[in-house]
């Protein structure tokens, strides 16, 4: 194993991602924001005469369950055919080292997600300040009080965006960055299914394996089912984890890490131990 070559193979992969064309994609994403989140928001502050404050679209994107099927939908998109391996498979495989290449995958998998999110919510931030806005680090007059003062149909899009479970348990700073880092790592999740998958020789299986888990784990949340908790969206979502009032737990937030880490350190191993046993030698399957 070279450090030197996992980290030249990520190099590698990572900006031949950033160059592909289904970039075009985070562009769409980008519509679909504006139109879901910063949009409402910036109505429930003009029907209240007070600014959302900078950071509470973000909150509101990972903590949506609508919205935070865009997120991953999205980045399977950009991956999707993560790992590569096309013509030139062999070559790259055979001068890197099957482990080596393998492990530099895995990092270009945390780089590029952690660049997904991360133009994601410089993109969130930049539109937000189109409308009207404040600095600060707690949660706005606008978000706390929409519900109580207007019994319009855009109080339910501003409640389903940031419940109570969510502002009344904790800081606007802890939000975001529980929530972006749960959404961090259900990225790294599904990435690493559709490594697994394909070192198993069934690539497709694991893009609908991914795309079944993201749209049930949805549909659960929004059911309010206890089944909720198989599945990682809810994992991801950082008010889930309460109760509107009295603090009280539903599902401790160091179980859904657990969850994660270990979901990711299986997938993960799976794939070490198919590329050190599978047969690369046909030419064919990677033309």
């Known amino acids: ?5 996992i980290l030249r193979q990520a190099q590698m992969e990572y900006f031949l991602w950033l160059s592909n064309p289904r970039m075009a994609i985070f562009l769409v994403l980008l519509v679909l924001i504006h139109s879901l989140v910063i949009q409402p928001l ?11 404050h900078l950071l509470e679209p973000l909150a509101a994107l990972a903590n949506s369950p609508l919205l935070l099927l865009l ?62 806005w404040s600095a600060s680090m ?27 479970n969510l502002y009344l348990q904790m800081s606007l700073f802890t939000a975001v960055w529980k929530s972006w880092g749960f959404v961090f790592l259900y990225l790294v999740l599904g990435g690493c299914v559709m ?3 394909s070192m198993l020789r069934m690539k497709f299986a694991g893009i609908l394996f991914n795309a079944a888990v993201m749209l049930s784990g949805t549909g659960l949340v929004l059911l309010g089912s206890e089944w909720m908790w198989l599945l990682p969206c809810a994992h991801t979502l950082v008010w889930a984890h309460h109760t509107e009032y009295f603090s ?40």
Request: contains cysteine; hydrophobic residues 55%; proline residues 5%.
């Open 138 to 164: 707690e949660w706005s007059y606008t978000v706390t009080e929409y519900s109580w003062n207007f019994d319009l149909p855009n109080v339910y899009t501003v409640a389903s965006l940031l419940p109570k």
């Open 248 to 287: 009280d737990v539903v599902f401790p937030q160091w179980g859904s890490l657990l969850y994660f880490m270990v979901g990711i350190l299986v997938l993960a191993s799976i794939a070490l131990w198919r590329v050190r046993r599978r047969d690369f030698d046909s030419v064919l399957e990677f033309t």
């Open 195 to 197: 490594m697994a998958a």
């Open 42 to 52: 910036h109505q429930a502050a003009q029907d209240m005469g007070q600014p959302i």
């Open 1 to 5: 194993m070279s450090g030197r070559k």
């Open 71 to 132: 997120l991953p939908v999205g980045f399977l998109v950009l991956m999707a055919d993560f790992p590569r391996m096309d013509a030139g498979f062999l070559l790259q495989l055979y001068r890197t080292g099957r482990v080596n290449w393998a492990l530099g995958e895995l990092v270009m998998l945390c780089a590029a997600a952690a660049t997904y999110l991360a133009g994601v919510a410089l993109a969130t931030l930049l539109l937000t300040m189109l409308g009207p």
